[in-house]
T-cell receptor, first 116, second 117 residues
């Protein structure tokens, strides 16, 4: 158990809908990262937050947005869903800090999103 | 742009054989970190090892060992005396500083390891 929790574990929805994925980082970790794992794209970085502020952005679509709340949990919002958004979405956390390239990231169990 | 390549898509071995996973990376950074993660059939990603770009000393941790060669940009990972529980997908990852404030992991495509009894 990494200490990172993600809810829900599974989500099935229809095209055009909006969903919210939730993540609670390990106790003491200030950085939260979101990744998408799909068959065709592999594991891709989406976005990073550190202590409530956005710090790094990857291949995140404009239809997707995220935020980190004062209690450090984070939410990833996916809207106008398409079939291709079906994937496993991981949240990870690390101690954080400026340019924490040396931090190992601890991953949650993931949320499997299926768009029908 | 950073890139991580795992040329082996799948490796099948019999229990107790050694397994070596190849990883080649590309980066322009002088300071970087390399990681190996394991994804068992249950789906979670488990951190295994970390190595920084200044330390090419190879190490052994239990049944895991790694060979980091900066000259060839390779960071290979070996499982000694494999066990059925080692069956998983293994990912090599490169940590990149986006700027002074952010960072991200760039993952390779993964190598599926199947250990047969």
């Amino acid at each position: 158990d990494s200490g990172v929790t993600q809810t829900p574990k599974h989500l099935i929805t229809a095209t055009g809908q909006r969903v919210t994925l939730r993540c609670s980082p390990r106790s003491g970790d200030l950085s939260v990262y979101w990744y998408q794992q799909s068959l065709d794209q592999g594991l891709q970085f989406l976005i990073q937050y550190y202590n409530g502020e956005e710090r790094a952005k990857g291949n995140i679509l404009e239809r997707f947005s995220a935020q980190q709340f004062p209690d450090l949990h984070s939410e990833l919002n996916l809207s106008s869903l398409e079939l291709g958004d079906s994937a496993l979405y991981f949240c990870a956390s690390s101690v954080g800090g400026l340019a924490a390239v040396d931090n190992e990231q601890f991953f949650g169990p993931g949320t499997r999103l299926t768009v029908l | 742009a950073q890139k991580v390549t795992q040329a082996q898509t799948e490796i099948s071995v019999v229990e107790k054989e050694d397994v070596t996973l190849d990883c080649v990376y590309e980066t322009r950074d002088t300071t970087y970190y390399l990681f190996w993660y394991k994804q068992p059939p249950s789906g979670e990603l488990v951190f295994l090892i970390r190595r920084n770009s200044f330390d090419e000393q190879n190490e052994i941790s239990g049944r895991y060992s790694w060979n980091f060669q900066k000259s060839t940009s390779s960071f290979n990972f070996t499982i000694t005396a494999s066990q059925v529980v080692d069956s998983a997908v293994y990912f090599c990852a490169l940590s990149e500083a986006i700027d002074a404030a952010g960072n991200k992991l760039t993952f390779g495509g993964g190598t599926r390891v199947l250990v047969k009894p």
